[in-house]
T-cell receptor
Framework: DTEVTQTPKHLVMGMTNKKSLKCEQH?????MYWYKQKAKKPPELMFV???????INESVPSRFSPECPNSSLLNLHLHALQPEDSALYLC???????????????FGEGSRLTVL | DAKTTQPTSMDCAEGRAANLPCNHS???????VYWYRQIHSQGPQYIIH???NNETNEMASLIITEDRKSSTLILPHATLRDTAVYYC???????????FGRGTQLTVWP
């Protein structure tokens, strides 16, 4: 299994809603990532987990709250988002941290979020 | 921030080799160069990576100059399905930080 599975594929939410994005991998990878991608822009790094611990937070607003319940799962909890947060949210995993010889990232297909 | 520079767009005829250049003049001696691509509306896909030697896999070849300041990704026989944005990346200041630049939009035409 070389897949990273993200759910839901599409999500529409209001600014007062609370929702979560989910990501799952069964490759035994110990690093997991959240990226955000706006239309016609490159992916932007948000968070990095290594061995289920948050190791990098790229100064992301607190309305985005990541969680890594176990080595296979990564969640992104969303609360009080703004319309400008509408984007494609990509999850990735890697055996070793990005930058190492084993650091190639496997990406999911993304969750497309629309905030009304 | 991304420290690589790539042409904004390139074209290639189907069946011909596509050679995508990348400058990474500030790369450190122990940093790998990674290549990914993103087909429209899909997640990025890993292609290949290298440190100082040339690398080849089933998808592509990677040629890294001796001074490591630039590299070229080669798709030996481009197909229409290779139309995508190709990203050349080196890692950020710490392990785990992989920053995507704007990449090269490769269009393969029949």
């Amino acid at each position: 299994d070389t897949e990273v599975t993200q759910t839901p594929k599409h999500l529409v939410m209001g600014m007062t809603n609370k929702k979560s994005l989910k990501c799952e991998q069964h490759m035994g990878h110990r690093a997991m990532y959240w990226y955000k991608q706006k239309a016609k822009k490159p992916p932007e790094l948000m968070f990095v987990y290594s061995y289920e611990k948050l190791s990098i937070n790229e100064s992301v607003p607190s309305r985005f709250s990541p969680e890594c319940p176990n080595s296979s799962l990564l969640n992104l909890h969303l609360h009080a988002l703004q319309p400008e947060d509408s984007a494609l949210y990509l999850c990735a995993s890697s055996q070793g941290l990005a930058g190492l010889n084993t650091g190639e990232l496997f990406f999911g297909e993304g969750s497309r979020l629309t905030v009304l | 921030d991304a420290k690589t520079t790539q042409p904004t767009s390139m074209d290639c005829a189907e069946g011909r080799a596509a050679n995508l250049p990348c400058n990474h003049s500030t790369i450190s001696g122990n940093e790998y160069v990674y290549w990914y691509r993103q087909i429209h509306s899909q997640g990025p896909q890993y292609i290949i990576h290298g440190l100082k030697n040339n690398e080849t896999n089933e998808m592509a070849s990677l040629i890294i100059t001796e001074d490591r300041k630039s590299s070229t990704l080669i798709l030996p026989h481009a197909t229409l399905r290779d139309t995508a944005v190709y990203y050349c990346i080196d890692r950020g200041s710490t392990l785990g930080r992989l920053y995507f630049g704007r990449g090269t939009q490769l269009t393969v035409w029949p």
